[in-house]
């Protein structure tokens, strides 16, 4: 089993559909969590953090579940400059290296 | 933006030729990150420091060293560069341990 697994998708949505996103993970003993957005040929960019209550940052919400371990990231009212892949990053362990999910593609269309 | 430049940002050379690729920082921040990006691999970690000359191996450290001599330079050397090291390269930089992460532009290297 992978450390982090992301759906690949593409996930194609229309403008104003709201649009979720899961990760699962295999270390239980993991305690960071983040989502990251990832355009066409650029660098990965920090979308939030996620806490263990939960929390939101606009249209973006991210929710952790320990039990299940496993990440979520909801979009709301999508947007075309939605349209990236959003990588899962989850620590290693105990450990201070982040492992990278291979992300989830969001295509966002009129 | 974070202040992470790359340089190189693209580099195309022949197989058995040495190549560094330079971080550079204005941040000050302690942790640097050398990763790997390939497709239907994600990133890949491959060196990283965690102070001037503390550097440590990630998963893909093999054909790869690093150094830093300096907080705001992070080099990666490929000592004998090979084809399947053919990537884009991004430089990160984080205030502590499993803090967020930002990220350089990227250097695309390809070796022919």
């Known amino acids: 089993r992978k450390e982090v697994e992301q759906d690949p998708g593409p996930f194609n949505v229309p403008e104003g559909a709201t649009v979720a996103f899961n990760c699962t993970y295999s270390n239980s003993a993991s305690q960071s969590f983040f989502w990251y957005r990832q355009d066409c040929r650029k660098e990965p960019k920090l979308l939030m953090s996620?806490?263990?209550s939960g929390n939101e940052d606009g249209r973006f919400t991210a929710q952790l579940n320990r039990a299940s371990q496993y990440i979520s990231l909801l979009i709301r009212d999508s947007k075309l400059s939605d349209s990236a892949t959003y990588l899962c990053?989850?620590?290693?362990?105990?450990?201070?290296?982040?492992?990278f999910g291979t992300g989830t593609r969001l295509q966002v269309f009129p | 933006d974070a202040g992470i430049t790359q340089s190189p940002r693209h580099k195309v050379t022949e197989t058995g030729t040495p190549v560094t690729l330079r971080c550079h920082q204005t941040e000050n921040h302690r942790y640097m990150y050398w990763y790997r990006q390939d497709p239907g691999h994600g990133l890949r970690l491959i060196h990283y420091?965690?102070?001037?000359?503390?550097?440590d191996k990630g998963e893909v450290s093999d054909g790869y060293s690093v150094s830093r001599s300096k907080t705001e330079d992070f080099l990666l050397t490929l000592e004998s560069a090979t084809s399947s090291q053919t990537s884009v390269y991004f430089c990160a930089i984080s205030e502590g341990r499993v803090q967020p992460q930002h990220f350089g532009d990227g250097t695309r290297l390809s070796i022919l």
């Open positions: 420091s965690y102070g001037v000359k503390d550097t």
């Open positions: 996620v806490y263990s």
């Open positions: 990053v989850v620590n290693e362990g105990n450990t201070d290296k982040l492992i």
